[in-house]
């Protein structure tokens, strides 16, 4: 069976400073990785997956599939990245439901 | 992007009673639909995913006779909980997928389950 981790449930940077959110996975297979955002009191939207390799406001991620990652990056944090963020996998290309991450609370000080 | 919405968005109920949420897919037909439960401080779990047409596939774990859910057309699915009970409280998330959009998947607002 598949699985995500996030390791971190809160995350607070300052205003200006790099991100990375961390997300490992296991799975036997090759699955697709998503970043989802969930602002408050908004439902939860798509930030970005790994085989469209772009940039979303300003976040990257890349999926290391020997470390089995798919951090979430930016560098530079502004105030209005605050959010909640689950990363995703789904073993059929997003076909199949969707694996989540408990999350990551990230929090940007001004 | 697909528009999803949800009705109701909240509901209180007693224990022993069903309780019945729609999921619409406002702007496209989906074939495919995703029910999602999200306990307080916790992680989105897939419950089961409904098929036009055809019958739902259940996560292990969920019961198909506790949660029936009914994909009559290609713009409703609904989830019944039935002979809800305290521990059912959660909040209840839909979602569609878009082929149009590489399978992305597009989610509702959520619906608020609270059994008294």
């Known amino acids: 069976a598949q699985r995500v981790t996030q390791p971190e449930k809160l995350l607070s940077v300052f205003k200006g400073a790099p991100v990375e959110l961390k997300c490992n996975y296991s799975y036997s297979g090759s699955p697709e990785l998503f970043w989802y955002v969930q602002y408050s009191r908004q439902r939860l939207q798509l930030l970005l997956r790994?085989?469209s390799r772009e940039s979303i406001k300003g976040f990257t991620a890349d999926l290391n599939k020997g470390e089995t990652s798919f951090h979430l990056k930016k560098p530079f944090a502004q105030e209005e990245d605050s959010a909640m963020y689950y990363c995703a996998l789904s073993p059929r290309g997003g076909a199949d439901g969707l694996t989540f991450g408990k999350g990551t609370h990230l929090i940007i000080q001004p | 992007g697909a528009v999803v919405s949800q009705h109701p968005s909240r509901v209180i109920c007693k224990s022993g009673t069903s309780v019945k949420i729609e999921c619409r897919s406002l702007?496209?037909?989906?074939?495919?639909m995703f029910w999602y439960r999200q306990f307080p401080k916790q992680s989105l779990m897939l419950m089961a995913t409904s098929n036009e047409g055809s019958k739902a596939t259940y996560e292990q774990g969920v019961e198909k006779d506790k949660f029936l859910i009914n994909h009559a057309s290609l713009t409703l699915s609904t989830l019944t909980v039935t002979s809800a009970h305290p521990e059912d409280s959660s909040f209840y998330i839909c979602s569609v997928i878009s082929g149009t959009s590489g399978h992305e998947q597009f989610f509702g607002p959520g619906t608020r389950l609270t059994v008294l």
């Open positions: 702007d496209f037909q989906a074939t495919t």
């Open positions: 790994h085989i």
